[in-house]
């Protein structure tokens, strides 16, 4: 009986895939995409990203030089009314300050395609309103 239990328990280990599948029978949800951003002189770097659709994302913005926010609208840009969010964020916030110096992680699923906008949220000077952006999520083909 030993030696049957040996077996199968280096069979689970050997075979790719099996491993990863909990004990309940859930697989395990694949790491995030990690993609680092700065906000700095009324504009973010990137202005644009791309992510594809289904991907767990850990955006992680950095303000190099004042007090920042940043805003991601879940709906896509142009969407018909209650048409439901294509990113769903972890935890809920609508504005994310940005401190001078300090990085903040942003953490969403990219469910739907489309073009999402994201601009600064608190305001920092004369081109705040030209700190903008888009996250692209391109569809898996």
């Given amino acids: 009986m030993r030696q ?6 280096l069979i689970f280990l050997a075979v790719p895939g099996l491993a990863q599948e909990s004990l309940s029978g859930e697989k395990k ?29 850990n ?7 004042r007090t920042h926010g940043i805003h991601i609208n879940p ?8 048409t439901p969010p294509g990113l769903s964020f972890f ?15 942003v953490e969403f699923t990219a469910y739907d395609p489309g073009s999402y906008s994201f601009k600064c949220c608190k305001l920092c000077g004369s081109g705040h309103k030209k700190m903008v952006g888009k996250i692209v999520v391109d569809a898996v083909k």
């Fill in 4 to 9: 049957a239990i040996l077996i199968a328990s």
């Fill in 29 to 57: 949800a694949n790491p995030p995409l990690v993609l680092h951003m700065t906000a700095k002189d009324f504009e973010f770097d990137p202005p644009e990203i791309h992510v594809r659709q289904g991907t767990n994302v």
């Fill in 59 to 65: 955006l992680l913005v950095t303000s190099l030089d």
């Fill in 75 to 82: 709906f896509p840009d142009g969407a018909a009314p209650n």
């Fill in 91 to 105: 935890d809920g916030q609508d504005c994310y300050k940005l401190k001078k110096g300090e990085q903040v992680t």
